[in-house]
């Protein structure tokens, strides 16, 4: 048996950390301050005044703080390891792992919350209501600017209509009758094919909306033609053009310019391509526990501070251990959303079951057998592939399926192997 020498070395490094990996490990480091400062001053301040409360809010306080120090353990671990050979597929997955420890605390969390709810339902205690309430709004607060601090993800911001930006730049065409300026127009209107022509210098015979034949061929093989008009100084096409924009165009001219025929590539945008775009592909979970540890204290800070109100107001104390109860049911609820998201990561299930019908359905477009398919997350924002072909086409090799499969943004390592159709 041989063994791979440790000075060997691919061609290509391993790095799939998600996009804004060090902007979120800064987020998290500045979150861990706040929390700690806060922490200080409620048990200095609780000491100093003798609020028991205080003090044990502080303590509590220091749960944010150890729930941001793992994720951004996670973070500086990911990024200091990134180009260490001993991980095959490099380190996007740490923050998986760091997710999934959170959400497991989460759930230790949401037990604790429930067994002391459930004890004082049991056996009452005397509730210091203007003391209590003052705390639960001091660690709202907190929990808020945390949040903040956590959100505004850029990456996030992209919008969800039908501005499709990078249809604007106009696809510029060479041909023999002269320049073609192909665009997509959907100014307030369907969107249509526009075409402008430039002649060529002493070009003859002048070109005619007849002479243009537009065809679009998506994924799924499906094809559509595009007669055109003349419409204010350029040909536009007569049908409006189907969503998604997310196909290849022939442009082909009639025999009276030798059948001059070319091809142009449009795809939808991140926020519109394929799976999930900026969502689940995108998704980093550790940023996502953190931030989920801090909406879920919030959340319970609200419930508690709407129960000592019931008890001071209206004097409902049992009220207080029945928002604990609630909010241990939502903590657990988010828990088990987390591990559910985690885990899938880290045992490689398929993260995108209509990309793998995307990717079966343009290999066999082209008369290929699929034999085997394996997709899975590498990282936020990256994909790993395996695809094992059968092809009819002796001269189709791994580079043409890997040129067939570069459209597909988020496929960042793809390992492809080709058979001929004969072998069995």
């Known amino acids: 048996m041989s063994v791979l020498s440790p000075l060997a070395r691919p061609d290509h490094e391993h790095v799939f950390l998600g996009e804004g990996h060090d902007r979120n490990a800064r987020r998290t480091l500045w979150v861990i301050i706040l929390c700690t400062a806060v922490m200080v001053v409620e048990i200095v301040g609780g000491m ?19 729930a941001m120090l793992i994720a951004t353990v996670a973070y500086a671990y990911a990024r200091r390891h990134a180009h260490d050979g001993r991980f095959s597929f490099g380190t996007g997955k740490v923050g998986d792992l760091a997710g999934f420890s959170s959400a497991i605390i989460l759930a230790m969390i949401a037990l604790l919350i429930g067994y002391e709810a459930v004890a004082r339902m049991l056996h009452p205690v005397r509730i210091d209501f203007d003391q209590a309430i003052a705390i639960g709004f001091l660690g709202l ?12 993800d850029p990456s996030h911001g992209h919008a969800h209509g039908h501005a499709h930006a990078h249809e604007d730049e106009p696809r510029l065409i060479d041909t023999p009758a002269g320049r073609l300026r192909l665009s997509i127009h959907e100014d307030g209107v369907p969107p249509r094919f526009q075409v402008r022509h430039r002649p060529a210098p002493g070009a003859a015979p002048a070109l005619r909306a007849s002479d243009l034949a537009l065809t679009t061929v998506r994924r799924d093989g499906a094809r559509q033609c ?13 049908d409006e053009i189907p969503e998604p924009h997310d196909f290849d165009v022939h442009v082909n001219l009639g025999s009276r310019f030798d059948g001059f025929g070319a091809t142009l590539r449009y795809e939808e945008p991140a926020s519109h391509g394929y799976g999930h775009g900026h969502g689940e592909h995108h998704r980093d979970h550790n940023m996502r526990a953190a931030f989920v540890h801090v909406a879920a204290d919030a959340a319970v800070s609200v419930l508690a501070i709407l129960g000592l109100s019931a008890g001071k107001f209206f004097g ?43 990717i079966a359905a343009l290999v066999t477009s082209q008369g290929d057998s699929l034999s085997d398919l394996h997709l899975w997350r590498l990282g936020p924002g990256h994909l790993g592939a395996i695809v094992s072909v059968r092809s009819p086409d002796a001269a189709r090799d791994a580079a043409h399926y890997r040129c067939l499969l570069a459209r597909y943004a988020d496929l960042s390592h793809v390992t492809v192997e080709v058979r001929p159709l004969c072998l069995s």
């Open 48 to 66: 100093h005044f003798g609020s028991l409360a205080l003090v044990a809010d502080g303590l509590h306080m220091s749960t944010h703080a150890a």
């Open 141 to 152: 607060a907190v929990n808020v600017l945390s949040a903040w601090m956590l959100s505004g």
């Open 226 to 238: 595009f007669a055109l008009r003349e419409a204010d100084g350029c040909f536009e096409s007569v």
């Open 316 to 358: 409902l104390a049992f009220m207080d251990p029945v928002m604990g109860i609630v909010g241990a049911l939502v903590i657990a609820n988010w828990s088990i959303g987390l591990v559910r998201g985690t885990g899938a990561i880290l045992l490689d299930m398929n993260p995108d079951h209509r990309l793998s019908h995307e």
